[in-house]
Antibody, heavy 115, light 112 residues
Framework: EVQLVESGGGLLQAGGSLRLSCAAS????????MSWVRQAPGKGLEAVSV????????YYTDSVKGRFTISRDNSKNTLYLQMNSLRVEDTAVYYC????????WGQGTLVTVSS | DIVMTQSPLSLPVTLGQPASISCRSS???????????LIWLHQRPGQSPRRLMF???NRDSGVPDRFSGSGSGTDFTLKISRVEAEDVGVYYC?????????FGQGTKLEIK
């Protein structure tokens, strides 16, 4: 069974940093592209970043370029999202999802950025 | 960016009746492999999204066959042949062909 478990969310002030983790199991993580998707409170879904299984292909949505960094440790079956210079508008539940086509989702982790 | 527009945004349905959600894109999005990566998701209140359909009309494992997807070009539809209580929540379409992957605004299905 595919499982994705996000962690690392929390409450912090604007300008701060946070690293999210997504622990994966139940599939061959190293061969799988991965996605981060976020959902602001009461709002819709927004694709934040994707990374190929090998790590050589990475995309970011424009609003996080230069501030967020996606990475992975295939030896630990874990995906990361390093978030720096956080803004109030980054407040959201952050989900990791298996592959570019979001076949499976984690339960999400809430990031709250206050002013 | 490709803009995905859903309608209606609110969909009250009587149990056992059909339902249909439209998703229109601002441009076509056929990948170089010839496939159109149009995805439908369902999010129940308080839960993570769950993928229902991929590549327009392919149902994911465990998705009841009362759900069907169709369409091509810039016009796509998700249909539920007979709505059940567990179908409540928000439905999203998503294109995953071109970055940034983009979502529709969501359609909230409720039982009348």
């Amino acid at each position: 069974e595919v499982q994705l478990v996000e962690s690392g969310g929390g409450l912090l002030q604007a300008g701060g940093s946070l690293r999210l983790s997504c622990a994966a199991s139940g599939f061959t993580f190293g061969s799988s592209d991965m996605s981060w998707v976020r959902q602001a409170p009461g709002k819709g879904l927004e694709a934040v970043s994707v990374m190929s299984g090998s790590g050589d292909l990475i995309y970011y949505t424009d609003s996080v370029k230069g501030r967020f960094t996606i990475s992975r440790d295939n030896s630990k079956n874990t995906l990361y999202l390093q978030m720096n210079s956080l803004r109030v508008e980054d407040t959201a539940v952050y989900y990791c999802a298996k592959d570019y086509y979001v076949q499976h989702w984690g339960q999400g982790t809430l990031v709250t950025v206050s002013s | 960016d490709i803009v995905m527009t859903q309608s209606p945004l609110s969909l009250p349905v009587t149990l056992g009746q059909p339902a249909s959600i439209s998703c229109r894109s601002s441009q076509t999005f056929v990948y170089s492999d010839g496939d159109t990566y149009l995805i439908w998701l369902h999010q129940r209140p308080g839960q993570s999204p769950r993928r229902l359909m991929f590549k327009v009309s392919n149902r994911d494992s465990g998705v009841p066959d009362r759900f069907s997807g169709s369409g091509s070009g810039t016009d796509f539809t998700l249909k539920i042949s007979r709505v059940e209580a567990e179908d409540v929540g928000v439905y999203y379409c998503m294109q995953a062909t071109h970055w940034p992957h983009t979502f529709g605004q969501g359609t909230k299905l409720e039982i009348k």
